[in-house]
């Protein structure tokens, strides 16, 4: 199977790159979104996620992979609602800031963009690379 790509969004307060970086893995639970519990059941093991941190830094910060695909999430009170297990890779040498993307024509469709409240998206082969160039300072 083909590695699928995606963006993950949490605010620093509640869950920064550094607490990813610092536990080595987590489980990304606390998901109400419909449309982001989608794509939490999509993930597959090996799949690459950025790591966005949202409100203050609003920068990509990190490389992160799935460890371990959908399973019931432990914080939800209803049944249905799902968490993937993330495991971090790196720091990108240099953040992606919001103002970055909206800058780069490649990136104009990116749902970074289009669904700025939605946790969980995908991202396409490009924009996964473009994501990462920029990342390189390039």
Not at 61 to 70: D, H, K, N
Not at 117 to 132: D, I, K, N, Y
């Amino acid at each position: 199977m083909t590695t699928q790509y995606w963006l993950v969004k949490s605010e620093p307060a509640a869950y920064a790159w550094a607490d990813l970086v610092r536990e080595g893995a987590t489980a990304w639970t606390g998901v109400r979104n419909y449309q982001a519990r989608g794509h939490l059941q999509a993930m597959r093991r090996g799949d690459q996620v950025l790591f966005y941190e949202s409100v203050t830094t609003k920068a990509v910060v990190g490389l992160a992979t799935v460890t371990r695909p959908a399973f019931p999430d432990p914080t939800a009170a209803e049944p249905g609602w799902v968490a993937v297990e993330l495991a971090a890779v790196r720091p990108l040498p240099s953040p992606v800031t919001l103002a970055q993307v909206k800058a780069t024509p490649a990136l104009a469709a990116v749902a970074l963009l289009r669904q700025s409240r939605l946790s969980v998206m995908p991202l396409r082969p490009a924009e996964f690379t473009q994501l990462g160039r920029l990342g390189r300072g390039h």
